[in-house]
Structure formats: C-alpha cells, structure tokens
C-alpha cells in the first residue's frame, strides 16, 4: 500500500517550494517518477496551467456546474423562518461550489486561468475596484476581459457602477488582476465566506499585493467631497458582530484561523502613497475607515458614534476582504474616495444618495486611477 512522503515548507507569506508528494511502494521504489519543485500559496502548487479542456474542468465540481451559474442561496420558504449564517451555508454547500472548500477554489482558480488564457502569468497585483473606481481597470495595457457571468460561482453585482468583470492587463508594465465590482455583503445576506471568495482565487492566481478601495461619507470635518483617503487602519463593525469572514472556516490551508490584523494596511505602502499624492498634487488624507453591515446609510447619531469611536470615513465593504487577505499573506493597500459628507445633527437636512455617490466617483475616478498605476509602478521598483 503506497503512502505519500514529503511535503510543504513554507515561509511567512504561505510561499514556499514543495516537493511533489511521492508514492512509496512497499518495496521502496518511487511510482511517480522524479520530483518537481513549484511555488506554492497555502501549500497548493502555484502557476498551474490548465491542461484540461474548460468544460472537463466544469464537470469537476460537485453536481456539474455550467458558467454563470451563482451560488444557491436559501429558499423563500426559509427566509420567512430564520436566517442565520448556519442555514446560508447549509444551503450553499448543496450548490456546485462551496467557497468555504480549499479544493474547490483550486479547481475554480485553474479554471479562470484556462479561460482568461493566462499561461504561465501571474498576477503580482490584485485591485477591486469600488463604486464607480472601474476605470482603474481602463489603465491596463493588453486587457483580458472575463465577465461576472462566465465564471462559475460568481453572482451578478445588482449595485449600479460595479460592472462584474475579472479583467486581467498591465500597470507599468507590470501584470495584474482587477475586480470590476465586489460581492457586498448587503446582496448576499451576509454571506461573508461568498463575498471575500474572489479575494481567496486572487491569491491562489498569484497575487502578492492587494489594493482595494470604496466610496465613502466623511465623518471627519476636515474632509471634503472629492478628497481620497489613505486607510491606516479599520472598524470593522460586522466583523465585531459575529459576521467574520473566518467565522467557521478551520481549513489550515487557508491560513491561520487566528488572523493578526495589526498593521493589515501595509505601514511602507502608505508611506509611499502618501509621497505620491503630494508629488502629483492629489487632495489626499489619512484615516480609519468604518464599514457598515448596509445597505441603508447612517442616520445622524450612527454617524456621530461612529465619529466617537475614531472613525473618518464610513462604507460597506472592504474590512472582510482585507481581512482574508491578511490571512492569506497578501500586502494590502487601501483607500476610499470621499463622496460625501455625512452628517451629525439630526435635525440637519442632508440626504444621500446612490446617484450622488456615482456622480462624485466618477469625477474623482480618473485621477485616483493615475495616482494608482504611478504607485503600483513605484511599488514595483522596491
């Protein structure tokens, strides 16, 4: 009976070379040949190419999947009983694919990279873009566009300026990966371990460095409409409430369930972001982001709490996803692009909205994706 020998040694970044496992006979002879030595990520061998034909790839996930295909979520009938995080995964786990499942991700990574034809590249960058931030992706030379609706396991966005699309290219020179649109929270019924999923496919792709960014309200006076916002640290309030996105994952290829988040948005990076802005004169700032479960917005008082505690900026998204690119040992970069100011006094008439929300992003947009492809250049050259 064969039993299998050798395996990873990693570094601090879940990087490391593995030596293939090798079937050893009872007679001691080897059946697997010789060995061959491959960067992983969580243990798993990194730039693999698919030598499979796609729709042989689809048919290896659990019960046949076909692209565009979502995860399952619960029925209407189990939304009138209850809707906890027990029942949302029970329910999804009887999908096509569970994002909770180590191999299934890997599965599913060899399948993006069958079909954006990535070959032998690696993305060194990963970039989820926020509301009405897609034109980052415009800065990408040679782009390879894959929609939303062609992967399988991917929801479509229902929020307006987020446009579902992987869109893989170069930034000066230099290969990355781009999310044209998140999976909030808020339209998946807190389904965290869902919403980070294309943080975790970044990671097994090959990206080392993650940067993210959202629209935001100001809750510091000091800000104004249009400013960015650099993130030195969060509040993550969901995550504080029982919605973590490492909440029943034990799977130790993951990474470590016990996530450090102390100094989770990378000291160096923002460093040289902040350098950056005053070199190319944008209105920058430096704060504590705050995200909120959503969709509603703030009233006044959540607003003036949220202020208490140290916040600067409040939003929807961003805090699960850094966190599981924490656990997977990426470096992250943040920011958020000021969009409005929220206000403290209930009695003060101010109202927010989407539209206004998009109509600032897409102001801001331009110069905050010049300022990105200059520092994704200049990190680079470290």
């Known amino acids: 009976m064969a039993s299998i020998v050798d395996s990873a040694k990693m570094n601090n970044f879940g990087i490391g070379t593995v030596v293939e496992p090798?079937?050893?006979?009872?007679?001691?002879?080897?059946?697997?040949?010789?060995?061959?030595?491959?960067?992983?990520?969580?243990?798993?061998?990194?730039?693999?190419?698919?030598?499979?034909?796609?729709?042989?790839?689809?048919?290896?996930?659990?019960?046949g999947i076909s692209p565009g295909d979502a995860v399952p979520?619960?029925?209407?009938?189990?939304?009138?009983?209850?809707?906890?995080?027990?029942?949302?995964?029970?329910?999804?786990?009887?999908?096509?694919?569970?994002?909770?499942?180590?191999?299934?991700?890997?599965?599913?990574?060899?399948?993006?990279?069958?079909?954006?034809?990535?070959?032998?590249?690696?993305?060194?960058?990963?970039?989820?873009?926020?509301?009405?931030?897609?034109?980052?992706a415009d800065q990408m030379e040679g782009a390879r566009i894959l929609p939303f609706s062609e992967v399988p396991g991917f929801p479509q966005p229902s929020v307006i300026g987020h446009k579902g699309n992987l869109v893989f290219g170069r930034i000066g020179g230099h290969f990355c990966m781009c999310l044209q649109g998140r999976f909030h929270p808020y339209e998946h019924k807190m389904d965290m371990a869902l919403c980070t999923m294309p943080v975790r496919l970044m990671a097994l792709l090959g990206v080392r460095t993650m940067i993210v960014s959202n629209a935001a309200g100001a809750l510091n006076g000091d800000f104004q409409t249009g400013d960015l916002m650099v993130i030195k640290d969060h509040i993550f309030l969901p995550g504080l409430s029982g919605y973590s996105p490492l909440l029943g994952i034990s799977d130790p290829r993951f990474g470590s369930r016990f996530v450090s988040l102390h100094n989770a948005y990378d000291k160096e990076l923002r460093k040289k972001a902040m350098s950056l802005g005053r070199q190319m004169k944008v209105p920058l700032r430096e704060g504590i982001y705050v995200m909120n479960a959503g969709p509603q917005y703030e009233t006044a008082a959540e607003c003036s709490l949220i202020a208490r505690m140290g916040g600067d900026a409040v939003g929807m998204s961003t805090c699960h996803e850094v966190t599981v690119a924490r656990q997977c040992g990426m470096r992250v970069f943040g920011f958020s692009l000021i969009t409005n100011c929220s206000s403290v006094?209930?009695?003060?008439?101010?109202?927010?909205?989407?539209?206004?929300?998009?109509?600032?992003?897409?102001?801001?947009?331009?110069?905050?994706?010049?300022?990105?492809?200059?520092?994704?250049?200049?990190i680079s050259e470290k």
């Open 22 to 63: 090798i079937l050893v006979n009872k007679n001691g002879s080897t059946g697997c040949g010789g060995r061959r030595k491959k960067k992983t990520l969580f243990g798993i061998p990194q730039a693999v190419h698919a030598e499979h034909p796609q729709q042989q790839l689809l048919s290896e996930f659990a019960g």
């Open 73 to 136: 979520m619960p029925t209407a009938a189990n939304d009138c009983n209850n809707n906890s995080i027990e029942d949302i995964q029970s329910d999804r786990r009887r999908g096509p694919i569970d994002p909770t499942n180590f191999d299934h991700l890997v599965r599913l990574s060899e399948l993006i990279r069958s079909m954006a034809d990535l070959g032998t590249l690696q993305p060194e960058f990963g970039i989820i873009c926020g509301s009405g931030l897609g034109a980052i």
């Open 345 to 378: 006094d209930s009695d003060e008439p101010v109202e927010v909205s989407h539209a206004e929300v998009l109509e600032v992003a897409a102001k801001g947009g331009a110069l905050a994706s010049k300022w990105m492809a200059e520092l994704i250049r200049q």
